[in-house]
Protein backbone atom coordinates (compact mmCIF):
# COMPACT_ATOMS: atom_id res chain seq x y z
CA UNK A 1 0.00 0.00 0.00
CA UNK A 2 1.25 3.46 -1.26
CA UNK A 3 -0.03 6.50 1.00
CA UNK A 4 0.29 9.94 -0.12
CA UNK A 5 0.30 13.21 2.48
CA UNK A 6 0.23 16.79 1.17
CA UNK A 7 1.23 19.90 3.31
CA UNK A 8 2.39 23.13 3.81
CA UNK A 9 -0.64 24.91 1.66
CA UNK A 10 -2.33 28.21 3.79
CA UNK A 11 -2.79 31.81 3.26
CA UNK A 12 -0.09 33.92 1.86
CA UNK A 13 -0.14 37.58 1.08
CA UNK A 14 0.82 38.79 -3.10
CA UNK A 15 4.14 38.21 -3.30
CA UNK A 16 5.09 35.82 -0.77
CA UNK A 17 6.18 31.99 -0.94
CA UNK A 18 4.91 28.79 -0.10
CA UNK A 19 6.66 24.93 -0.46
CA UNK A 20 4.25 22.17 -0.94
CA UNK A 21 5.08 18.92 -0.28
CA UNK A 22 4.09 15.48 -1.11
CA UNK A 23 5.36 12.77 0.91
CA UNK A 24 5.03 8.77 0.23
CA UNK A 25 4.95 6.20 2.42
CA UNK A 26 4.97 2.15 1.76
CA UNK A 27 7.02 -0.04 -0.32
CA UNK A 28 8.39 2.27 -2.78
CA UNK A 29 11.63 1.39 -5.16
CA UNK A 30 11.58 4.67 -7.34
CA UNK A 31 9.74 8.02 -7.76
CA UNK A 32 9.18 8.06 -11.63
CA UNK A 33 6.97 10.65 -12.58
CA UNK A 34 5.48 13.62 -10.86
CA UNK A 35 2.98 16.21 -11.21
CA UNK A 36 1.75 19.00 -9.54
CA UNK A 37 -2.08 20.15 -10.33
CA UNK A 38 -3.88 22.49 -9.14
CA UNK A 39 -8.08 23.60 -8.98
CA UNK A 40 -8.52 27.48 -8.69
CA UNK A 41 -12.42 27.96 -7.24
CA UNK A 42 -15.14 27.47 -10.02
CA UNK A 43 -12.83 26.12 -12.42
CA UNK A 44 -11.57 23.02 -14.05
CA UNK A 45 -7.74 21.18 -12.60
CA UNK A 46 -5.02 22.22 -14.63
CA UNK A 47 -1.63 20.97 -14.63
CA UNK A 48 1.25 23.36 -13.51
CA UNK A 49 4.47 21.77 -13.35
CA UNK A 50 5.63 18.21 -14.13
CA UNK A 51 9.01 16.34 -13.34
CA UNK A 52 9.53 12.79 -15.44
CA UNK A 53 11.63 10.16 -14.40
CA UNK A 54 15.13 11.60 -15.89
CA UNK A 55 14.31 14.64 -13.83
CA UNK A 56 13.16 17.08 -16.91
CA UNK A 57 10.98 19.70 -15.72
CA UNK A 58 8.35 21.38 -17.60
CA UNK A 59 5.75 24.15 -16.31
CA UNK A 60 2.76 25.77 -17.50
CA UNK A 61 3.15 29.61 -18.53
CA UNK A 62 1.31 31.22 -15.75
CA UNK A 63 3.59 29.59 -13.44
CA UNK A 64 7.47 29.74 -15.24
CA UNK A 65 9.79 31.41 -13.51
CA UNK A 66 8.15 31.44 -10.23
CA UNK A 67 7.12 28.28 -9.25
CA UNK A 68 9.92 25.42 -8.69
CA UNK A 69 9.03 21.67 -8.71
CA UNK A 70 12.01 19.46 -7.34
CA UNK A 71 11.97 15.78 -5.28
CA UNK A 72 14.14 14.28 -2.78
CA UNK A 73 14.42 10.41 -3.80
CA UNK A 74 16.07 9.27 0.05
CA UNK A 75 12.65 10.87 1.62
CA UNK A 76 10.35 9.94 -1.28
CA UNK A 77 8.90 13.33 -1.09
CA UNK A 78 8.32 15.59 -3.94
CA UNK A 79 7.93 19.80 -3.29
CA UNK A 80 6.33 22.78 -4.93
CA UNK A 81 8.56 25.91 -4.44
CA UNK A 82 6.02 28.74 -5.08
CA UNK A 83 7.67 32.58 -5.45
CA UNK A 84 6.05 35.55 -6.25
CA UNK A 85 2.08 34.49 -5.29
CA UNK A 86 -0.29 36.20 -7.01
CA UNK A 87 -4.00 36.23 -6.05
CA UNK A 88 -5.07 34.63 -9.42
CA UNK A 89 -2.79 31.18 -8.15
CA UNK A 90 -5.07 30.62 -5.18
CA UNK A 91 -7.02 27.34 -5.86
CA UNK A 92 -6.38 23.48 -4.26
CA UNK A 93 -3.13 21.84 -5.32
CA UNK A 94 -2.34 18.49 -5.82
CA UNK A 95 0.34 16.24 -6.42
CA UNK A 96 -0.02 12.83 -8.66
CA UNK A 97 2.50 10.86 -8.77
CA UNK A 98 3.91 7.64 -10.34
CA UNK A 99 5.72 5.31 -8.46
CA UNK A 100 7.29 1.70 -8.91
CA UNK A 101 6.78 -0.34 -5.78
CA UNK A 102 5.96 -3.96 -4.73
CA UNK A 103 2.25 -3.54 -6.07
CA UNK A 104 4.37 -2.45 -9.88
CA UNK A 105 4.36 1.22 -11.41
CA UNK A 106 1.00 3.16 -10.26
CA UNK A 107 -0.05 6.56 -10.36
CA UNK A 108 -1.30 8.16 -6.48
CA UNK A 109 -2.95 11.28 -5.71
CA UNK A 110 -2.77 13.73 -3.04
CA UNK A 111 -5.46 14.56 -1.10
CA UNK A 112 -5.13 18.07 -2.16
CA UNK A 113 -4.30 21.71 -0.03
CA UNK A 114 -5.71 25.16 -0.46
CA UNK A 115 -3.64 27.43 -1.08
CA UNK A 116 -5.21 31.15 -0.82
CA UNK A 117 -3.31 34.42 -1.69
CA UNK A 118 -4.62 37.31 -0.34
CA UNK A 119 -4.01 40.57 1.14
Known amino acids: QVQVVESGGGLVQPGGSLRLSCTLS????????VGWYRQPPGKQRELVAGMNSGGSTDYADPVKGRFTISRDNAKNTVYLQMNSLKPEDTAVYSC?????????????WGQGTQVTVSS
Open 26 to 33: GSIFRIDA
Open 96 to 108: NVRVMSTLGSSGY
